[in-house]
T-cell receptor, first 110, second 111 residues
Framework: RKEVEQDPGPFNVPEGATVAFNCTYS??????FFWYRQDCRKEPKLLMS???SGNEDGRFTAQLNRASQYISLLIRDSKLSDSATYLC???????????FGSGTQLTVLP | DTEVTQTPKHLVMGMTNKKSLKCEQH?????MYWYKQKAKKPPELMFV???????INESVPSRFSPECPNSSLLNLHLHALQPEDSALYLC??????????FGQGTRLTVV
């Protein structure tokens, strides 16, 4: 079983749609969680950290469920510029080890 | 300044060449990483340096040799690479147990 699993997609949605990505992780000792965004041929960039209480940044909402070892990202009112690959990332503090999910590809269509 | 700088941006090398990739950050981060990324795949961890000491080597072949001269610099020395080593090599840094910041990467082609 992969340490971090994501639905690879692709997700093709129209502008203005709401889209949700899910991610599960296998190591219950994992302690920090992030969503990164990666554009084609570019480096990953931090989109947001994920907290148990849930957190929101504009059109983006992230949730963490430690009991189910599940992380989600919700994008509301999708824009063309949201087209990218979204990577779920889990950090194990003791090892300073970031583990990436395989990424979910999103294309927002005009 | 949340910048991680990598040089060169592109590199083409022969299988008998020796080259080095360089990475620099001035955020005071004490953890630095090398990742390898192939097309349409997520980044794969190669090495982690913590407080200038190698803490993780993910069974990387010895033709890749990391070096951390000081807390701001991270090098990756390359020697006798194979064509399948062609990939995007990403450097990242982080403060203790927080998010990592990535450089733009070096796109390496081995011919």
């Amino acid at each position: 079983r992969k340490e971090v699993e994501q639905d690879p997609g692709p997700f093709n949605v129209p502008e203005g749609a709401t889209v949700a990505f899910n991610c599960t992780y296998s190591n219950s000792a994992s302690q920090s969680f992030f969503w990164y965004r990666q554009d084609c041929r570019k480096e990953p960039k931090l989109l947001m950290s994920v907290y148990s209480s849930g957190n929101e940044d504009g059109r983006f909402t992230a949730q963490l469920n430690r009991a189910s070892q599940y992380i989600s990202l919700l994008i509301r009112d999708s824009k063309l510029s949201d087209s990218a690959t979204y990577l779920c990332v889990v950090l194990l503090w003791s090892a300073r080890q970031l583990t990436f999910g395989s990424g979910t590809q999103l294309t927002v269509l005009p | 300044d949340t910048e991680v700088t990598q040089t060169p941006k592109h590199l083409v090398m022969g299988m008998t060449n020796k080259k080095s990739l360089k990475c620099e950050q001035h955020m005071g981060h004490r953890a630095m990483y090398w990742y390898k990324q192939k097309a349409k795949k997520p980044p794969e961890l190669m090495f982690v340096y913590s407080y200038e000491k190698l803490s993780i080597n993910e069974s990387v072949p010895s033709r890749f040799s990391p070096e951390c001269p000081n807390s701001s610099l991270l090098n990756l020395h390359l020697h006798a690479l194979q064509p399948e080593d062609s990939a995007l090599y990403l450097c990242a840094s982080s403060q203790d147990n927080t998010e990592a910041f990535f450089g733009q990467g070096t796109r390496l082609t081995v011919v």
